[in-house]
C-alpha cells in the first residue's frame, strides 16, 4: 500500500504529463546537487551512499540531508544513485584483462582521475526508494512499474551533466580536438625557436605573433585573435601554403598553449601539441605564458616567480583535516579559490553560514540552487568539516610504495555550483577567463551585503570608512567627506626602490640581450619598503578636474585619504596591476617587506582643524546630454535589475558598494558616467551607503502609476523621481515643484524646468516644505549610519593572497594562510604546510586586529 502511495505521488505530481524525452527538454532531469554532494558538482559520487534524486524537482541530496527534504516537502519517492569503484580482475599473467565497453556505467559522469583507468573499473547503481520506510525497487523494473513512471526514470538516468550543457565559449576544455592534429606534417627545415626576441617575418610586429607548427614560421595574427593589433600575416601565410595550424607565442604552459586552425577556422585542441613543439626545440613541460616571450631553463624571470610563490623547490607536507581541505581549479578559477579560503579562515564568516548550517538548510528556499546562503554554507562545510580531506589509510601508502606511484590524495572539493551561481549574469567572473581576485573579492562583499540573513552581516567585519580631504589650492577652503570601503589601496612606490643601481643595470643587460636576440638575463626586482607605500598612500594627490564651490569655476585641487574607522579586519591591495601604452594590463614585478604586525593609528583621521575654512555646500552643475530627457522617460527599472556591471565600475572607483546600487538605480541603468554623476550630488547625505529601499515597490502596475503622474494623498513626488531630477544638478526644492505642477510626470516636469530658468523658491512652499519634513521626524526615524566595527589600528598579518603571471587577465593565484601557529599554502586542489611563504609578492593582504 505504501509502494502504491507513492508512486500515485509521483504520477500526479505533474511531472509525468511531460512525457518521454519531453521530461528532459521541460524540466531538464537535471542532477542539481544540494548539500553536501559536492564531487557531484563535478561529477564523482564521493559522498558515502551516493545520491537520492527527488522525483517530483530533481535536486540531488546526499544521504544526510535527503531526511531533512522529505520532512520539509512530503515529498516521498526518490531516485538512490551510486557509483561503485573496484579494482579490475586480475589475468592469468598478472595484468589486468583486456580493455572492453562497460555496459555498467550509464551516469553522464566524471571518472576519478586519481584512480588509474588500467587498474580500477566502474559500476552504476540506481533504484527507486520511498520514504519514510526506505521501501527500495531495483532498476530498470519495467514489469512492476507503471510505464509512465518507467518513462520518467530512463529520463533522469540518460541524462546528461548540466556542466556538460554550458555554452562551448564558456568552459575551455569543450574545444574540439583539430582533425589535423594526429596526422600534422612537420617540415624538416632545421628551424629552432628562441625562447624570446620574436618579431614577425613579414612586419616588425613583436606582439601577437603565431608559430606555425608545420614549418615553425613566425608571424602575426589578426586583430580578432586576442582584441590586439596585427597584420593578417599568418593567415596570409596559411593561405600560400595551406598548413592549418599555429600556436600562439606566449600562452605555453606546462597545460596547453591557444592552437588555432586555419581550415577549420576555429581554435582548437592538439593533443600532441608537447611533440610538435619539440620539433622546434620548445619543451613545453618547461615553459610557463608570458607577455612577451618563452621561458626555458636558462632563462628565469617567470619561472623564477612561479616556483617562489608556489614554493616548488620543496618538498611539502601535505595537510589534511577540519579548514585543509583545497578546491579544485574548473579552469582559470584559482581567483575564486584564493578568495573564498581566505574568507573562511575568518570566525565571522564561519559562524554565519557553517554555524548556522541547520537554520539555513532548514529554511532554504525550494530550489536551494539558486540561494546565496545555501552555496555559501555548503562550500563553507565543504572546506571546513575534514570530510573531505582525509589522509591516506597506512594500507595504501604501502601499496603505493610497493607499487612506485605517486598518486595525490588530496582531491578537494569541486564549486562548479557555487561559481555558477555566483557569477551568475556578471560577463566575467561567469566566463572561464582569468579574474582579477580584488575585483572577485568586492562582487563577494556584494553579494554577502544583499543576502545577509538578519542583523547578522560577516562583511561588517571588512567595512570601514574613510575620510577624504579635498582642499581648493587658490582660495585654502577646505572639505571633509566620508565614504564606506572594503579594502585598503597600497600604490607601488617604485621610486623608493633600494637597489635601484641593479635595476639599471638589469635593464641595460636586458636591452642588450633582446636587441642580439640573446637569453634573457635573471630578473632584478625592485625591492620597495612598505613604509614607503604607505606614505605614499596618505600623501596629498592632485584632483583632476576640480570644481571650487568657492570660485564656482574649476580649479587646482588637493585630495588626501585618512581613516575615520579602523575594520576589525583589514584588506590591504597592492596596486600592482597597471595599463601600458597599448591598454594592455601590466604588471609590476616588485619584492615589498609587507609586515607581520602593523600598526596605522598614525592614519586616523582627524576632522575640520582649527583655522580650516569649510568649502560652500554647492553641488557642480552638471552637463545633460541632449538625449537624456528621452531615456529618462522609461519607467524605473526592478531593483533585482540593477546592472551589475555598472555597479562593479564605480564600486572599483572606491564608492561604497550600496551608493553605487543606487545609483546606477536612480539614473534608469543609464551606464556608469551618469551613475558617477548622481554619486556626486548624493555623496554628503547622511544614508549615502545605507542600502537601497525603494518605498512602496509592490509592483509594475504600482510603480508605474506612481511614476507617471498617479497622484498620491498628500501629492508628495516619489523619491525616486525627485532622485532622478537632481542627478542632473537641478535643486531638491526644484524638482519638487516641478513635480507637483505638471501631477508627477518626469518628462512634463523635465520641460517645466526648462522653461523656468529664472526659478526661486516660493516662500509658501518652503514652509510647507519644512511642515512636512517635521511632521515626518515623528513617523520615521532617522537614518542610522554605515555600520562599521572601529577599534584600534593595530594588525596582524594572518592571509594573503599572490598572483604569478604579467597580467590579472593571465596566470596563477595560491593562497597562504596562518593557521595554528604555521603558514598553509592553499594551490588549488593542494594542501600544504608552507616552508618559505613569499610575503614579499603578495598582491592581497588580510590582517585581523590585535587586541589592545
Given at each position: ?148 513512471v518507467t518513462i520518467a526514470c530512463d529520463a533522469v538516468l540518460s541524462s546528461k551533466s548540466p556542466y556538460r550543457k554550458q555554452d562551448p565559449d564558456t568552459w575551455e576544455n569543450e574545444l574540439p580536438v583539430s582533425k589535423y ?453 522609461n519607467q524605473l527599472i526592478d531593483p533585482s535589475d540593477i546592472d551589475e556591471s555598472s555597479v562593479m565600475q564605480l564600486a572599483e572607483m572606491g564608492f561604497p558598494l550600496e551608493a553605487c546600487r543606487k545609483a546606477v538605480y ?187
Open positions: 500500500m505504501l509502494v502504491f502511495q507513492g508512486l500515485q505521488c509521483l504520477r500526479d505530481a505533474n511531472l509525468l504529463c511531460r512525457g518521454g524525452v519531453a521530461v528532459v527538454g521541460g524540466c531538464g532531469a537535471v542532477l542539481r546537487v544540494v548539500p553536501h554532494m559536492y564531487q557531484s558538482d563535478g561529477g564523482l559520487f564521493s559522498s558515502e551512499g551516493g545520491l537520492y534524486v527527488c522525483m517530483n524537482t530533481f535536486l540531488a541530496f546526499g544521504r544526510e540531508h535527503v531526511e531533512r527534504h522529505f520532512r520539509k516537502t512530503g515529498q516521498s519517492v526518490y531516485m538512490h544513485l551510486k557509483r561503485h569503484v573496484r579494482e579490475k580482475v586480475r589475468g592469468a599473467s598478472g595484468g589486468a584483462l583486456p580493455k572492453r565497453r562497460n555496459s555498467k556505467i550509464f551516469l553522464d559522469l566524471d571518472t576519478d582521475d586519481d584512480l588509474n583507468s588500467d587498474d580500477y573499473e566502474y559500476e552504476d547503481e540506481a533504484k527507486l526508494v520511498i520514504f519514510p520506510d526506505h521501501y527500495e525497487i531495483a532498476l530498470p523494473n519495467i514489469e512492476e512499474l507503471p510505464a509512465l592534429a594526429n596526422n600534422l606534417a612537420q617540415l624538416d627545415n632545421g628551424v629552432r625557436i628562441p625562447p624570446s626576441g620574436w618579431k614577425c617575418a613579414r612586419c616588425d610586429l613583436r606582439e601577437n605573433l603565431w608559430l606555425n607548427l608545420t614549418d615553425g614560421s613566425v608571424l602575426c595574427g589578426k586583430w580578432f585573435f586576442d582584441s590586439s593589433g596585427g597584420n593578417g600575416h599568418a593567415l596570409e601565410h596559411y593561405k600560400d601554403m595551406g598548413y592549418p595550424l599555429a600556436v600562439k607565442l606566449g600562452t605555453i604552459t606546462p597545460d596547453g598553449a591557444d592552437v588555432y586552425s586555419f581550415q577549420e577556422e576555429e581554435p582548437v585542441l592538439d593533443p600532441h601539441l608537447a611533440k610538435h613543439l619539440a620539433h622546434f626545440g620548445i619543451d613545453m613541460l618547461d615553459m610557463h605564458g608570458t607577455e612577451n616571450g618563452l621561458r626555458d631553463n636558462d632563462v628565469k624571470p617567470r619561472v623564477s616567480e612561479w616556483e617562489v610563490i608556489q614554493e616548488s623547490g620543496t618538498k611539502l607536507k601535505p595537510m589534511y583535516g577540519p579548514g585543509y581541505t583545497g578546491l579544485k581549479n574548473l579552469g582559470n578559477s584559482c581567483y575564486l579559490s584564493s578568495v573564498m579560503q581566505a574568507i573562511f579562515s575568518i570566525p565571522e564568516f564561519q559562524r554565519a553560514y557553517v554555524g548556522n548550517l541547520p537554520r539555513i538548510f532548514d529554511y532554504s528556499p525550494l530550489d536551494p540552487t539558486q540561494d546565496f546562503n545555501t552555496q555559501m554554507t555548503k562550500l563553507g562545510h565543504g572546506l571546513l568539516s575534514g570530510q573531505y580531506s582525509k589522509p591516506p589509510v597506512k594500507s595504501e601508502l604501502i601499496e603505493q610504495v610497493m607499487k612506485e606511484e605517486h598518486k595525490p590524495q588530496q582531491n578537494g572539493i569541486s564549486p562548479r555550483m557555487f561559481k555558477a551561481f555566483v557569477s551568475k549574469s556578471h560577463p566575467e567572473f561567469s566566463s572561464n577567463r582569468q579574474q582579477d581576485a580584488q575585483e572577485f573579492f568586492l562582487h563577494l562583499v556584494n553579494l554577502v551585503e544583499r543576502n545577509h540573513i538578519g542583523s547578522e552581516n560577516p562583511s561588517d567585519v571588512f567595512r570601514f570608512l574613510v575620510e577624504e580631504r579635498i582642499q581648493c589650492c587658490q582660495t585654502r577652503k577646505v572639505r571633509y567627506t566620508e565614504r564606506v570601503d572594503y579594502l585598503m589601496q597600497l600604490p607601488v612606490a617604485l621610486e623608493a626602490a633600494t637597489n635601484k643601481d641593479e635595476l639599471i643595470a638589469y635593464e641595460l643587460t636586458r636591452r642588450e640581450a633582446e636587441a642580439n636576440r640573446r637569453p634573457l638575463p635573471e630578473l632584478v626586482r625592485a625591492r620597495i619598503p612598505f613604509s614607503a607605500c604607505l606614505q605614499a598612500f596618505s600623501e596629498p594627490e592632485n584632483v583632476d578636474d576640480f570644481w571650487s564651490s568657492a570660485l564656482q569655476a574649476k580649479s587646482a585641487g588637493v585630495k588626501a585619504s585618512r581613516f575615520a574607522s579602523f575594520p576589525e579586519y583589514l584588506v590591504v591591495q597592492i596596486k600592482k596591476f597597471t595599463f601600458g601604452l597599448d591598454w594592455v594590463p601590466k604588471k609590476f614585478d616588485v619584492s615589498i617587506d609587507m609586515p607581520d604586525l602593523l600598526d596605522i593609528n598614525h592614519l586616523r583621521a582627524r576632522g575640520l582643524q582649527p583655522g580650516e575654512e569649510e568649502l560652500p555646500d554647492i553641488s557642480p552643475p552638471i552637463v545633460i546630454p541632449d538625449d537624456s530627457k528621452g531615456r529618462l522617460m536612480f539614473t534608469g541603468n543609464m551606464g556608469a558616467e551618469v551613475a558617477f554623476n548622481w554619486i556626486i550630488v548624493h555623496m554628503e547625505e547622511p544614508d549615502f551607503a545605507e542600502p537601497l529601499t525603494v518605498s512602496g515597490y509592490g509592483g509594475a502596475a504600482s510603480a508605474g502609476a506612481s511614476i507617471f503622474g498617479a497622484t498620491g494623498l498628500d501629492n508628495q513626488p516619489p523619491e525616486e523621481i525627485v532622485a532622478i531630477i537632481t542627478s542632473m544638478g537641478f535643486q531638491r526644492t526644484q524638482a519638487i515643484q516641478a513635480l507637483r505642477a505638471t501631477n508627477n510626470n518626469l518628462e512634463r516636469a523635465l520641460d517645466w524646468i526648462f522653461s523656468h530658468p529664472e526659478f526661486e523658491e516660493d516662500g509658501d512652499f518652503v514652509i510647507e516644505m519644512e511642515n512636512n519634513a517635521n511632521a515626518n521626524i515623528v513617523s520615521e526615524a532617522k537614518p542610522e549610519g554605515p555600520r562599521v566595527k572601529d577599534g584600534c589600528g593595530r594588525y596582524e598579518l594572518f592571509a594573503f593572497i599572490s598572483h604569478m603571471g604579467t597580467s590579472t587577465m593571465s596566470g596563477h593565484y595560491v593562497c597562504h594562510i596562518k593557521k595554528e601557529g604555521r603558514w598553509v599554502i592553499y594551490n588549488d586542489h593542494k594542501v600544504c604546510a608552507s616552508e618559505r611563504p613569499p610575503k614579499d609578492l603578495g598582491y592581497l593582504y588580510f590582517y585581523r586586529r590585535r587586541p589592545s
